[in-house]
């Protein structure tokens, strides 16, 4: 997970894995506070992407509440093939939060 | 989980929970197909958000490919008081399916 968030194009994203909760939302909440970033991007995949939705709600509502909203989302999925040459398929999703 | 399902308005809503997920799958097909729908809500919340955008997924890429699209996707956030008197925060996910 941690991989794909250091080669991914995106200064701000932020992609979700299993480290504690409050360290994505902090995260996402020092984006828009110290860097001034007009637009966060929280990525997840997979089991990922509940965690994903509750970072996005925190943020947005407990934290930058009346500065910051949810822009878009979006769903996918991706396939790649495991070890046994079996074709895995995932979800993905992707929240655009904008500062109002 | 259940009781929400059989009490909300919507006809053409799947809630989604921990039954087999095929269940779920099958559920939205089956709206599409012998009930007609023009528009299938897909919802969940908490942890099951995740598998909500599963289903939806494998629902529109998978079994409805060419057919049925991810119209729309709305976040939110629901609170409310446990036995404690702890305010709890949940998550909870509506993803629109329609007809292309």
Redesign the interface.
Known sequence: MEKQRSTTREENTVFIGNKPFMNYVTGVVMQFTTQAAKEVVVKAR?????RC??V???AA??FLENAVE?NN?????EEFENKEGKTI?V?T?E?TLIKK
Chains 1, 2 share one sequence.
């Open positions: 997979g089991k990922f992407i509940s939705v509750d996005s709600e925190v509502k407990r949810v989302i979006k769903i996918d999925s398929r979800s999703i929240i």
